[in-house]
């Protein structure tokens, strides 16, 4: 025999059977009428209905228990984050307060350093002056000469850095010659400052 009779013969032989089992379902009613109304009586009988059920119910009511259980502590997990969410957020809140309070005493921190340098480069201005001015004008002539002595290539970076007040008092204390000097050096904004301040 071939593959495919085997093949043939087997389906056949399924088929038949499949077709015998279904033909026998079918007719057992007719074949045996009081069997059959006695299953359909048991069957159909409350209590049976009631037992099959009841194990439905039990099994029912278990994994509702359970269910209930898994459902409580999802309940205390969520309670636990959301508190854990509300520490963290005033805490944060807390932080962003501080943080804020530190900026703002470093700006006020930062204004105070700032004036008060202010007041202090004002105060060793003032008394540089003052001592300056204090200074015998023989002394500051001869502190000038040297200064003045230089040529103007030189001397122009130097005296072009200096005050106004200093560039005055240098200017009053020189000589003729010395004081075209000093005004040929400096820029001609500067010089015309100079010429304005000393002419009031």
Do not use: C
Request: proline share 2%.
């Amino acid at each position: 025999m071939n593959k495919q009779a085997v093949i043939k013969f087997a389906g056949l032989f399924v088929g038949s059977l499949l077709l015998l089992t279904a033909g026998f379902f079918f007719v057992f009613p007719y074949i045996n009428e009081e069997r059959y109304n006695e299953i359909m009586e048991s069957f159909s009988d409350e209590e049976v209905m009631e037992a099959m059920f009841e194990g439905d119910r039990r099994f029912i009511g278990i994994e509702f228990n359970e269910l209930s259980e898994q459902l409580e502590k999802l309940r205390k997990e969520k309670r636990t984050w959301d508190s854990q969410f509300d520490s963290l957020n005033s805490v944060n809140r807390n932080l962003s307060r501080e943080l804020e309070e530190v900026k703002e005493r470093n700006a006020a921190m930062s204004r105070d350093l700032e004036e008060m340098a202010v007041r202090v480069a004002d105060t060793v201005s003032a008394e540089a002056m003052q001592a300056s001015a204090n200074e015998a004008p023989e002394e500051l002539s001869e502190r000038l000469k040297s200064l003045l002595n230089l040529d103007e290539e030189e001397l122009g970076p130097i005296v072009n850095q200096l005050s106004n007040e200093h560039l005055v008092r240098i200017y009053r204390t020189g000589g003729n010659m010395q004081r075209e000097k000093l005004l040929r050096t400096l820029k001609p904004e500067r010089a015309a400052e100079i010429v304005r301040e000393i002419m009031l």
